[in-house]
T-cell receptor, first 115, second 115 residues
Framework: GDSVTQMEGPVTLSEEAFLTINCTYT??????LFWYVQYPGEGLQLLLK?????DKGSNKGFEATYRKETTSFHLEKGSVQVSDSAVYFC??????????????FGTGTLLAVQP | DTGVSQDPRHKITKRGQNVTFRCDPI?????LYWYRQTLGQGPEFLTY????????KSRLLSDRFSAERPKGSFSTLEIQRTEQGDSAMYLC?????????????FGSGTRLTVV
C-alpha cells in the first residue's frame, strides 16, 4: 500500500541555518503531497502542498518540490528561526477518481532551533 | 467560520468505560475524516464520511469503535469498553474538494487517556 518515509529526528539547528527534512513516498497512481506542521500543544496545520510532478509548494519561507523520478518531496528552508521549532509531517493523498482522499502520514520529524 | 471544532479537548477515563467524542467540521465541507495519533507517530486514518455516508473504515477501527455523522453535519466517535491502548490523540479533519489535492482542515484533537 501507499506509504511515506521521512527522516528521523530530532533535527537540531542553530538559528539562520539551512534546513532539509527528507521525505520519500510509495504510491500507486499520482498522489498529492503535503507538509503539515504541529507546534507544541497545537493541532496540525497545512504548511504547503503540491498536486503534480515538478510542482513546488512554498509557504513562510519553506519549499518542497514534487519529484516523481525520485518519489521525493523534501522540505527546505534557507534560514530557520526559533519559532520554526515544531514537528513536521510529510503526507500523501490518493487522488484518483472515487478515492477517499485520505492522508497517509510519515512518522514526523522534530525540529529544534536554538538561538 | 471558526474551523473544525472538537470536544472535549481532553478526556480521562477508566478502563472499560465508554467515551464519545464530537467533531464539528467547517459547515460547507462534505467530507469528514477521523485519525488517531499516538505519541511519536504520525496520524493514522480511522474512517471517512462523505455527507452522512461512512464510506471507508480502517482495519484499525475495531468493533469497539463506532462513528456516525447524522445529517451530514457533526460527527461522533464512540469507543466502547476502553482499553489502555486506546490512549491517543483523536483528530478530526474536514475537506470540501474532491481530487484537487487541497489540504484538509484539522481540529485541535481530543486527547484520550485511559487509566
Amino acid at each position: 500500500g501507499d506509504s511515506v518515509t521521512q527522516m528521523e529526528g530530532p533535527v537540531t539547528l542553530s538559528e539562520e541555518a539551512f534546513l532539509t527534512i527528507n521525505c520519500t513516498y510509495t504510491a500507486t497512481g499520482y498522489p498529492s503531497l503535503f507538509w503539515y506542521v504541529q507546534y507544541p500543544g497545537e493541532g496540525l496545520q497545512l504548511l504547503l502542498k503540491a498536486t503534480k510532478a515538478d510542482d513546488k509548494g512554498s509557504n513562510k519561507g519553506f519549499e518542497a518540490t514534487y519529484r516523481k523520478e525520485t518519489t521525493s518531496f523534501h522540505l527546505e528552508k534557507g534560514s530557520v528561526q526559533v519559532s520554526d521549532s515544531a514537528v513536521y509531517f510529510c503526507a500523501l493523498s490518493d487522488q484518483y477518481g472515487g478515492a477517499t482522499n485520505k492522508l497517509i502520514f510519515g512518522t514526523g520529524t522534530l525540529l529544534a532551533v536554538q538561538p | 467560520d471558526t474551523g473544525v471544532s472538537q470536544d472535549p479537548r481532553h478526556k480521562i477515563t477508566k478502563r472499560g468505560q465508554n467515551v464519545t467524542f464530537r467533531c464539528d467540521p467547517i459547515s460547507e465541507h462534505n467530507r469528514l475524516y477521523w485519525y488517531r495519533q499516538t505519541l511519536g507517530q504520525g496520524p493514522e486514518f480511522l474512517t471517512y464520511f462523505q455527507n452522512e455516508a461512512q464510506l471507508e473504515k480502517s482495519r484499525l477501527l475495531s468493533d469497539r469503535f463506532s462513528a456516525e455523522r447524522p445529517k451530514g453535519s457533526f460527527s461522533t466517535l464512540e469507543i466502547q469498553r476502553t482499553e489502555q491502548g486506546d490512549s491517543a490523540m483523536y483528530l478530526c479533519a474536514s475537506s470540501s474538494q474532491i481530487g484537487t489535492g487541497l489540504g484538509y482542515t484539522f481540529g485541535s484533537g481530543t486527547r484520550l487517556t485511559v487509566v
